[in-house]
């Protein structure tokens, strides 16, 4: 069946199916017997003749994409090598795909802003979230763990923009990391070190530079089973998938308010319970703002081994990024020396993420926290031991070998 018959057929489905009385509340038998009935009408219709063998292959099709899937963008849900899907209006589609070098246009459409919003409604089912003309932001998670970003008019200028970030069906483990360029050998052995010794760790970068990709292969490194640790995730919307070996977990999600304004509960709510749930390491997806004072006081009192990220651009701006989220949660009164300290004892190590020109992502430094540094100088010391220069990694040979005996031969 060439093309156009086939987008003719089916655009005339959607017309019929999406005037049919309560369709969307019938259960999913009754759905599939409407839509068989729907497109004989669309054959009548258009006096489009099929074997009964190609008639029953697009009746299969349009369940799965019109009825019961995500339309036009079904095939890219579905396909394991794309990691996000970028929809700016009804006929401009990126797509970027997991570890390639860059983001590309597909050749899919849709045909009207009726079909675009049947994807929007689909996106929400089950979430309890909406969006309109009143709230035209949504923020949220799918079934499979999908992150989805909607902003519709009067906002969206040329819209709907839809943004859905897909996540792996099996957790990033550091391995993946060093297979794909991310990080060296040596940085891989290192990094196991700095989880088995138990120590603090941030990951800086800016948006999409592999932050917590970074976080969940570290995750790998974490001792499981039944005596492991526990670990308590903590996420604004769940990204991150824990390894299955990870057996004593936790894992929290914001919510948002409801429409009266009620019901929210923040990062910050969230890890001020984790701390009454006896963990051993607290994992935050994101640090962005008054939970940065309250981790800072966890991880001064024991959580040892515990994980975050944050946004900045260097390992130490990523230290200055954490002082101005100290003072912005109304600790602008201390000493600016004591919130230093605090950060100090609390941070082990950096690490600094970023997406190079080439599209890939690339683990551009490690740096540990210097200790015994002055805190005169306007902001906290690092010490780099690993750095990604002129498209190569390198290390601090004096550096590396200091640290790596510290963290395997802690006593």
Not at 289 to 300: K, M, P, R, S, T
Not at 308 to 321: E, V
Not at 328 to 345: A, H, K, N, Y
Request: hydrophobic share 40%; glycine share 6%.
């Amino acid at each position: 069946m060439k093309t156009h018959t086939r987008e003719l057929l089916k655009t005339e489905f959607i017309t019929i199916i999406k005037d049919y009385p309560n369709f969307p509340f019938h259960d999913r038998i009754a759905q599939e017997e409407v839509a068989e009935h729907v497109l004989e009408q669309v054959f009548d219709r258009t006096n489009v003749y099929v074997t009964t063998q190609e008639k029953k292959v697009l009746l299969r099709e349009f369940l799965d994409t019109v009825v019961f899937g995500l339309r036009q963008i079904q095939k890219l849900q579905d396909d394991p090598e794309i990691e996000e899907i970028m929809i700016n209006g009804l006929d401009t589609i990126f797509v970027k795909k997991r570890f390639s070098d860059g983001v590309e246009r597909v050749n899919v459409s849709f045909a009207s802003r009726h079909e675009v919003r049947s994807v929007i409604e689909k996106l929400l089912e089950g979430t309890g979230r909406r969006i309109d003309r009143s709230s035209p932001i949504v923020d949220t998670r799918l079934a499979d763990g999908s992150r989805v970003n909607i902003v519709i008019e009067p906002l969206a200028l040329g819209g709907p923009y839809i943004t859905i970030r897909k996540f792996p069906d099996r957790p990033i483990t550091a391995d993946d990391l060093l297979r794909h360029g991310t990080i060296s050998p040596e940085m891989y052995t290192f990094l196991g070190a700095i989880v088995k010794a138990r120590k603090n760790v941030v990951i800086s970068g800016s948006t999409a530079a592999g932050k917590t990709t970074t976080l969940s292969a570290l995750l790998d490194f974490v001792e499981g089973g039944d005596f492991g640790d526990r670990v308590v995730l903590i996420e604004q919307i769940a990204e991150i998938k824990l390894p299955d070996r990870i057996k004593n977990r936790v894992q929290l999600e914001t919510r948002p308010p409801n429409i009266e304004g009620n019901g929210e509960y923040s990062i910050q709510d969230l890890l001020k319970n984790a701390l009454r749930q006896r963990p051993d390491r607290i994992i935050i997806g994101e640090i962005r703002g008054g939970e940065a004072f309250d981790l800072l006081q966890a991880l001064n009192t024991g959580h040892d081994g515990s994980f975050t990220t944050l946004h900045a651009n260097s390992c130490t701006d990523a230290l200055m990024r954490l002082e101005s989220m100290v003072l912005m949660s109304g600790m602008e009164q201390l000493p600016l020396s004591v919130i230093r300290t605090w950060i100090r004892r609390s941070v082990d190590f950096v690490i600094q993420q970023k997406r190079m020109d080439d599209g890939y992502r690339k683990m551009v430094e490690i740096a540990a926290v210097d200790k015994s540094g002055s805190l005169d100088s306007g902001h906290i010391a690092t010490i780099p031991i690993f750095t990604y220069e002129n498209g190569r990694f390198q290390k601090d040979a004096d550096a590396y070998k200091r640290y790596l005996a510290i963290l395997t031969n802690p006593r």
